[in-house]
Nanobody
Framework: QVQLRESGGGSVQAGGSLTLSCSASTRTFSGNALGWFRQFPGKERELVAAIASTHSSDDPSTYVASSVKGRFTISRDNAKATVSLRMKRQKPEDTAIYLC??????????????WGQGTQVTVSA
């Protein structure tokens, strides 16, 4: 069982930056693929960015949605059991609840079993 907790959400003006962080309570963190999803009101969650586990055969080892490519970056620190989402040049359409997710597989592709509670990101025009 993996427990995830997000931090770093908040409000920012368009063009600004925010970094979200997610801490995981697991001793096998390096073996989990991780992702950041976002959810708009009344819509399905969408995968924003994901990163494979250590020793994954994924190529590339990270995924970034086309809507945020060049603006968002995902990274992980296995020693600290954290995964971060750096968001730059934010747009009002980035406003959503952002959720950290993990899966037992090494690949970032597939179903995610573990979820954080989410953190609100609001980008004002």
């Amino acid at each position: 069982q993996v427990q995830l907790r997000e931090s770093g959400g908040g409000s920012v003006q368009a063009g600004g930056s925010l970094t979200l962080s997610c801490s995981a309570s697991t001793r096998t963190f390096s073996g989990n693929a991780l992702g950041w999803f976002r959810q708009f009101p009344g819509k399905e969650r969408e995968l924003v960015a994901a990163i494979a586990s250590t020793h994954s055969s994924d190529d590339p080892s990270t995924y970034v949605a086309s809507s945020v490519k060049g603006r968002f970056t995902i990274s992980r620190d296995n020693a600290k059991a954290t995964v971060s989402l750096r968001m730059k040049r934010q747009k009002p359409e980035d406003t959503a609840i952002y959720l950290c997710a993990g899966r037992d597989g090494r690949s970032w592709r597939g179903q995610y079993e573990y979820w954080g509670q989410g953190t609100q990101v609001t980008v004002s025009a």
